[in-house]
């Protein structure tokens, strides 16, 4: 079974700029969830989706918002980028919702904003 | 929501017994524990999860105590390539924010 995957994997923006990353679950998982991870804050949750409905939301400006279709593929977008946005940008996918269900992670999207 | 707290970092030697702990003291009725492994540049990968008691697999063991307010990852026998950070997580299903703590990072030395 592919494991999840995201695209792109490395990604260079000008601060102001926006943008868009793409996720693809294991096929059969219902639930994708976003996360950011920079070496001073760890790994924070951005949003969980699950059925094309947000169902969960962490502490992040409206800036960043996401998006899951009808085969579960998800999307995020981060408007108007700022320094602080670099990040590795990680996708999992899971059978269900919530952290009771085992999340599989993708190799993540290495995100610079310059 | 349970908020973790784990040891910022630990050191061990190949072959050694390695236990770490993870502090959720307000850990509600319907939460799992869960652990998760990181190595750089990739995403983090489940260990192992339980709920109460003692739960086991082929890599790892997880202790849990009556109180459930705490839980301790257990790694048998380190090797070099189980030098990575361990997470923590403590939630339930449904609408439960995932909230991972700021891990630790094991470093194993031959």
């Known amino acids: 079974k592919a494991g999840v995957t995201q695209t792109p994997r490395y990604l260079i923006k000008t601060r102001g700029q926006q943008v868009t990353l793409s996720c693809s679950p294991i096929?059969?998982?219902?639930?994708v969830s976003w996360y950011q991870q920079t070496p001073g804050q760890g790994l924070q949750f951005l949003f969980e989706?699950?059925?094309?409905?947000?169902?969960n939301k962490g502490n992040f400006p409206g800036r960043f918002s996401g998006r899951q279709f009808s085969n579960s593929r998800s999307e995020m977008n981060v408007s108007t980028l700022e320094l602080g946005d670099s990040a590795l940008y990680l996708c999992a996918s899971s059978l269900g919702m919530g952290a009771s269900y085992e999340q599989y992670f993708g190799p993540g999207t290495r995100l610079t904003v310059t | 929501l349970a908020k973790t707290t784990q040891p910022i970092s630990m050191d061990s030697y190949e072959g050694q017994e390695v236990n770490i702990t993870c502090s959720h003291n307000?850990?509600?009725?319907?939460?799992?524990i869960t652990w998760y492994q990181q190595f750089p540049s990739q995403g983090p990968r489940f260990i192992i999860q339980?709920?109460?008691t003692k739960v086991t697999n082929e890599v790892a063991s997880l202790f849990i105590p009556a109180d459930r307010k705490s839980s301790t990852l257990s790694l048998p026998r380190v090797s070099l390539s189980d030098t990575a950070v361990y997470y923590c997580?403590?939630?339930?299903?449904?609408?439960?924010?995932?909230?991972f703590g700021k891990g630790t990072m094991l470093l194993v030395s031959p």
């Open positions: 989706y699950f059925s094309e409905t947000q169902r």
């Open positions: 307000n850990i509600a009725t319907n939460d799992y």
């Open positions: 096929s059969g998982h219902r639930s």
């Open positions: 339980g709920y109460k």
């Open positions: 997580l403590v939630g339930g299903g449904g609408y439960s924010t995932l909230t």
